[in-house]
């Protein structure tokens, strides 16, 4: 009997094992880009096209797509190898890149600096950026609004010390705001111009003459070793749906609107706020986001100091 029982364990161990290497292959064979996107820009105008699914394709891959609600959970979902791909403002790589997280930058969209502001009630008794002090500020942490408050608090002559920020994703924050638990709210379209729209919010200040307000394209670094010509084929759909959508942004704000929750003509404003032309980094780029990475690091706000460079992919590679 214990013969038999033996018998029978290697013949389950052998099965198992010979079904686990059929998977693990099945697995090996099958080729994903798995792309995260946020509610707004580029890339979820992609998906609604739906023209990049059969372009990659024709090379075996399928595409995955996942939505996150801001740029930093998104790298790091880049970050644990949940993604391989994704967009976010010039804030969140920041910290992303000072925790080590091996993030790529691929690409870039030219500045927007009306796409984000700092927000205050129709009704408040602040007229500009220095009343913020001693204030409660709402915001996401580690977005691209953190560093508009930060810049714009220097502008004024504020310390950043001297206000209270209350880190708030955009939902709450907006909830917040509206209640009148925060004095202001710092906050990117199109979310921007949906409280704009709904509430008459009044702006305090863009991030004209203060940020550029980049966005940026990711890529993880084993992603991008292993498949260049697969990032390279996704940003050139991109660039193809960003010249649709620069040629006729009623059209693609009509397009939009149901997949966000927002009428059309509120993504009419925010698109039009919006930066077009998708572009390989460049020298000068990559020194903007520096002063972003050096000015995050003098105020404590990342542990260590970081060298953008070194995740910047140049054209050609």
């Known amino acids: 009997m214990r013969r038999i029982i033996q018998r029978l364990i290697a013949a389950i161990l052998l099965s198992v094992g010979t079904v686990a290497a059929a998977v693990g292959t099945s697995y090996g064979q099958d080729k994903v880009v798995r792309i995260g996107y946020q509610k707004y820009g580029k890339l979820v105008l992609l ?11 024709a090379d075996g891959y399928k595409v995955v797509w996942t939505e996150f609600p801001s740029g930093p959970p998104l790298l790091e979902a880049l970050n644990v ?24 930058y691929v690409a870039y ?6 796409g984000e502001a700092i927000l205050v009630p129709k009704d408040s008794p602040l007229r500009s950026v220095a009343d913020l002090k001693g204030k409660k500020v709402a915001l996401n942490k580690g977005s691209n609004v953190h560093y508009l408050l ?11 010390s001297e206000v209270e920020p209350v880190f708030l994703a955009p939902a709450d924050a907006r909830a917040a705001f509206e209640r009148g638990a925060v004095d202001a709210w710092v906050i ?7 409280a704009e729209a709904a509430t008459g919010a009044r702006t305090l200040a863009d991030g004209t003459d203060i940020v550029a307000n980049y966005q940026f394209y990711f890529s993880s670094k ?20 960003d010249d649709w959508a620069k040629g006729d942004i009623h059209a693609v704000a009509e ?3 149901p997949a966000i929750g927002l009428s059309v003509p509120v993504v009419e404003v925010a698109l039009r706020r919006q930066a077009y032309g998708i572009k390989p980094l460049t020298d000068a780029v990559i020194a903007d986001q520096q002063q972003v990475a050096d000015a ?13 460079s070194d995740a910047a992919r140049r054209p050609g590679t």
């Open 47 to 57: 998906k609604s096209k739906g023209t990049l699914e059969p372009k990659l394709a």
């Open 81 to 104: 190898g949940a993604i391989d791909f994704g967009n976010t403002g010039e804030a969140p790589p920041i910290f992303a890149q000072a925790a080590g997280a091996p993030i790529q």
């Open 109 to 114: 969209e030219p500045p927007a600096p009306k």
């Open 150 to 160: 930060v810049k714009a608090l220097e502008k004024a002559g504020v310390k950043y």
């Open 188 to 194: 990117w379209d199109p979310f921007q111009a949906a």
């Open 222 to 241: 084993k992603f991008l070793d292993a498949n260049p010509k697969i990032v390279d084929a996704v940003l050139a759909e991109l660039s193809s749906v």
């Open 255 to 257: 397009q939009l609107a």
């Open 296 to 308: 995050f690091l003098a105020l404590n706000l990342i542990p260590k100091s970081i060298k953008i």
